[in-house]
């Protein structure tokens, strides 16, 4: 069975930095892109970076040059940096993967999502 595990959440002050992980397990042939979203108490779940297979990120432009977004396919791992953490990134962040799972077949999975609160 595929899981999705985050970690690296918590309270940080504004201007503070903190480093999300999410690792895959399971039986994967392939990851395709991987991502992290994220959800505030009240708004629907937005999307906050990917990374394709081959390297390439996006960012949504409340957070470009303060997050970073990485991957280590041999790890089944992805990453987000977090810097310059304001209090309207407070939410509970969830890691999105596409995963082949059996030939042919790509399926998105999430994590069970990590909260992060910004506040002083």
């Known amino acids: 069975q595929v899981q999705l595990v985050e970690s690296g959440g918590g309270l940080v002050q504004p201007g503070g930095s903190l480093r999300l992980s999410c690792a895959a397990s399971?039986?994967?042939?392939?990851?395709?892109?991987m991502g992290w979203f994220r959800q505030a108490p009240g708004e629907e779940r937005e999307l906050v970076a990917t990374i394709s297979f081959g390297g390439t990120t996006t960012y949504a432009d409340s957070v470009k040059a303060r997050f970073t977004v990485s991957r280590d396919n041999g790890k089944k791992m992805v990453y987000l940096q977090m810097n310059s953490l304001k209090p309207e990134d407070t939410a509970v962040y969830y890691c999105?993967?596409?995963?082949?799972?059996?030939?042919?077949?790509?399926?998105?999975?999430w994590g069970q999502g990590t909260q992060v609160t910004v506040s002083s």
């Open positions: 399971g039986s994967i042939f392939r990851i395709d892109d």
């Open positions: 999105n993967m596409h995963l082949e799972v059996q030939l042919g077949t790509i399926r998105s999975y």
